[in-house]
């Protein structure tokens, strides 16, 4: 087991209901920015649910975050919070709109810093003050209701870019199941995806020994397959699979399995490009990409996908590469199941033009991704090439 | 799954050598009151470690907190942190010391407030005020260092009393696996009995539906299973092993697996009977209880007993009955395959006047315990009767 630090300061508050539980939670005399989306939130009855328990709290509103956040529109956010004297941040919606407040809450205080630099030059870690943030989940997925991440994106130049920081850790995390029913079965979907690819990134790589963490990551993936028929039931919508996917999805990326141990994250930055440059959802470009890059990677990953094979997908034949070809087949069926394609080819994408183009875009920047660090423009192609 | 809250604030620095990062953690100007037990840490080279890292700072010194820590000793540690202005505690030893240097830390600042009541009155949830703990854990078993729990004993009076309280969290916790390396064979064995019905009491209960926190806690059982032959190997340890086991007992008990879920705890309830009537090693008491609390209590437990006999110990038998006896056996043989006994009489117990003692106990207590509440002092009396 390598060497680790794990901290994780978020309150998870959950279960149904759990929203009136605001009041309480949300600093009395606070000026309240109320951050959220493309007002999906108007229509399912949360965003009601937030301003009555906020009714004695001094609230303003910054809607319009987008899918994979901009900067732009963070800007005016900050812009907005500075102005305003916002004393807390609540993010109300999925992953990009828990990103997004994070990125405001670290740039606001900070005037002195070019918002820019938070992201480009890591200076993150340097910064010593951030907006307390709150968030009530709607979209389960990232994670980021559970973690120090975030992910913002910048239209204007194609660029996309992360930071962490213990100082945007949300102060409490409201996870009500409810708040699932209203969503469509294709967001259903991409969560189970998501969450499914985060603990692969964190599991599949080399063994490094770690009985506890390929324990709890085994766990979160058959917990995962598990639930998956029940989550996309639509009607009615059963409540307690809902909440299962809600908690798995904030276990599969709140640092606990990932310390002491490799990590990979290859298939989310080969997949970032897919969603930069044709537009799949995020956990649509993830699964275009993960069999095939196990595939690709198959002798490197020999020891982790023979264990997962045999612990997660029930592969037990003694053929080694059998059990390999199986496991692999297995992940792919397994997406296949629940309505998720795993070809560039099922999303009319031609697989030459984007490995080109995906190719050329790792270069530019002069990408090696994986555990290993070996994965290049050339190797991110190859993968590519396969996913027809 | 049962609505929760979720809430760990520690922050666990993990590793070889990690004790030297003590310096950093501490705060600069603080005072800090050193607390230990019986003085293994001077052997074993822990405690050199610890005053060196610490050499810049302000250090008094606590010793002599004994296994079951007595309320009368943590009295004078209170009296002296009072008098000599303490502002950091930092424990340094198992969960013992752990747990009541968690006690000092609520009661020495509150000084308005009769200790005792803290324990017996429930004070803890109302107090606003702690002094800030770090912890070095050397032996790894309660979890202690990964949670807000404390356990303390009166003996003169012969009570065992717990509080719990977020102020109580440790700030960090540093685990450095070569800590163990001096531990006899017997505390190993503990501790990996601890741990394991640490999980079991959060886990072999009634189905509720906890997809995700079952699969968790499977996955601790599996690797404490997985990690234990290794974990015993002495001359020389195995570094990987102690790391496993010192994260495996961490996480058994940091709320994680609990959320969620009903939670039994009469085996430890029976348990602490045992170690305060005949002196048994906390985990000794667990290991003669637990294997007859899941016969006896086998039709309530049906369900979890075949998941977990599925799962956990491979019994996949269709005949349940069989299943479930199978199960059982497969426990008890786990203890004893570690060298840990599952009776009272192999630690010379007569099991009729355990019986007879521990029920007269219970009923004085008015106790009824279980994820049932229907556990009465005669059923604990049934269970012990059973364990020859």
Redesign the interface.
């Known amino acids: 087991?390598?060497?680790?630090?794990?901290?994780?300061?978020?309150?998870?508050?959950?279960?149904?209901g759990?929203i009136a539980k605001l009041s309480k939670r949300v600093p009395k005399k606070a000026t309240v920015m109320l951050l959220y989306g493309g007002g999906s939130i108007k229509e399912n009855g949360v965003y009601d649910q937030v301003i009555s328990a906020l009714k004695k709290h001094n609230v303003i509103e910054f809607g319009g975050i987008e899918a994979n956040p901009d900067y732009a529109t963070l800007l005016k956010a900050i812009k907005q919070a500075r102005k305003k004297k916002v004393d807390f941040l609540l993010a109300v919606g999925g992953g990009s709109v828990i990103d997004g407040t994070k990125f405001v809450a670290i740039a606001a205080p900070n005037a002195d810093v070019e918002p820019w630099d938070i992201l480009t030059r890591g200076l993150a870690k340097e910064l010593k003050q951030a907006l307390p943030l709150g968030t009530v989940l709607t979209l389960p997925a990232t994670g980021s209701e559970f973690n120090h991440n975030s992910v913002i994106s910048r239209r204007e130049t194609e660029e996309k870019y992360s930071f962490a920081s213990d100082l945007v850790f949300p102060k409490f995390s409201i996870l009500d199941p409810e708040t699932t029913y209203s969503l469509p079965k294709n967001q259903l979907r991409n969560g189970l995806v998501d969450a499914y690819v985060h603990v692969t990134e964190q599991y599949l790589t080399y063994p490094a020994?770690?009985?506890?963490?390929?324990?709890?990551s085994?766990?979160?993936l058959?917990?995962i397959i598990?639930?998956a028929p029940a989550v996309l039931k639509m009607d009615p919508p059963d409540y307690?699979a809902r909440?299962?996917f809600m908690?798995?999805c904030s276990?599969a990326l709140n640092h606990?399995i990932g310390?002491?141990v490799p990590q990979d994250w290859a298939t989310h930055r080969i997949g970032h490009e897919l969603t930069a440059l044709y537009g799949l959802a995020h956990a649509e470009s993830l699964a275009v990409v993960l069999p095939w890059l196990l595939w690709y990677k198959r002798d490197q990953k020999r020891d982790k996908l023979l264990q997962y094979g045999y612990r997660v997908m029930g592969q037990k034949t003694q053929k080694y590469s059998e059990r390999i070809d199986r496991t692999i087949e297995a992940t792919a069926a397994f997406f296949q199941s629940i309505g998720m394609p795993t070809t560039l080819t099922a999303f009319g994408i031609d697989p030459d033009e984007a490995a080109a183009r995906v190719q050329a875009r790792w270069e530019a920047r002069g990408w090696v991704q994986g555990e290993y660090r070996d994965i290049t423009g050339a190797d991110a192609a190859a993968i590519l090439l396969l996913s027809r």
Do not use: H
């Not at 020994?209 to 709890?216: E, K, P, S, T, Y």
């Open positions: 087991m390598n060497d680790f630090e794990f901290y994780n300061s978020t309150r998870i508050i959950f279960g149904k759990s020994g770690a009985i506890v963490q390929d324990r709890q085994e766990a979160l058959l917990a598990e639930m307690n909440a299962n908690w798995a276990n606990l310390v002491g």
